[in-house]
DNA sequence: GACGGAGTAGAATGATCGTTCTACTCTCTT
DNA sequence: AAGAGAGTAGAACGATCATTCTACTCCGTC
């Protein structure tokens, strides 16, 4: 009787996980965590309170699970829009390429792992940010090695700081040409290594 | 009488301000800006909540000028300790030498701006961030102009990110190596600057 | 057709947030 | 000597925080 004609706002209980999450990683991506409220959340997925509680047990939680579903998502983007190019020294420059694209999109804001572990200084979602670096530089090491380039897994590491540096260039500096320098910078990297297997003295 | 004998526990007002931006600059290092509250750094500076709002009208105004201070220091120090070395190829080591010092230490916790920028979207703590990127890249230029670097300033561009890449890795993927990574890098970047100083194509 | 699980709406909790205010004390200056 | 300015301590404000709880509704299944 206090709620006479009750519309029927109900969800798919299958759709509620997923809209929370997506919602969850938008608003933390465009926000920050700490200043992203559950009121903002509830808001903005329609999902209620109680329901976010059944599926986690806190934000925190929630927020690590948004973050790895965005690892998951950055990671295909990333993979398929490299693998647009074929394998080897064109599949390198794709990859900054597809950095480009990305830092000219309007809603970019840097990396979300980048800035979640700036924000928190450990716990899961720290360690969910450590985990995407290593994948990243996983398939960093696969693009090295159908390049050819001798100890991939070093020069990914070497190209990791590149592509981060790329990011942060582009989003603290506001450098429109990061991608490019970066690119440069990688393919000297490969081309070093190609060339001069193992020069023992280091830099 | 409500407060019979209270003890003089006033601070030299020239000490005030300095004290009040020091612990600011500490606590939003160590733990973030949005999760330091202005009780914890009443409590821990000794400064009362009055006299804060006395020198800043907000929370954000006190916190971009403890980041700007944190600048001048960070500069300082990052400046003396690449000036121990002559300038030219030594200082350029000597750059990333600084680096792996820093990254070694025990309440290392990355890059104070690169973390602000990252929690915050706009305003002046972003700025100050930018601000901190451009005086860094600006010296990074002065030291490659004393490499012979044709071009400094674009060299310059690249070797910041390889420095930020470096500050992430260091931090988010808990490379130990970073700051040896990004040297061997730079290395490279001012050979090739060097033998051929306009090669057309870029990658 | 009744029941239980999972959804919604929204009030309520206690804590903490940034900010303001009162009351008092110290110190310098005239 | 007195007053002004700047400091301290700490209560208080309203807003918002994450979290919990009550009350109700829908839907699938025995």
Redesign the interface.
Known sequence: MTTPSRQSTKQRPATVRAKLLAVTERLIY???I??TGMDRIVRESGVARKSIYRYFPTKEALVAEALRERDERWMNWFVSACETAPPGPPRL?AI?EALADWFSQDDF??CA?????????AGPVHDV??AH??RL?DYLCSVLAECGVTDAA?AA??L??????????A?????S??A??????????VR?QNVSSTTGD??
Chains 1, 2 share one sequence.
Not at 171 to 175: A, E, H, I, N, S
Not at 180 to 189: E, G, N, S, T, V
């Open positions: 465009t926000g920050g700490h200043a420059r900054f804001n840097g792992f980048i800035n979640a572990a700036g924000e928190v200084a940010a450590r670096k290593r530089r070093t590491a070497d990791l700081i590149l592509v981060d540096g790329a990011i942060i260039s989003r603290v500096g506001g450098d040409r990061a490019q320098r970066a690119a440069r910078m990688a393919h000297q990297l070093d280091s830099l």
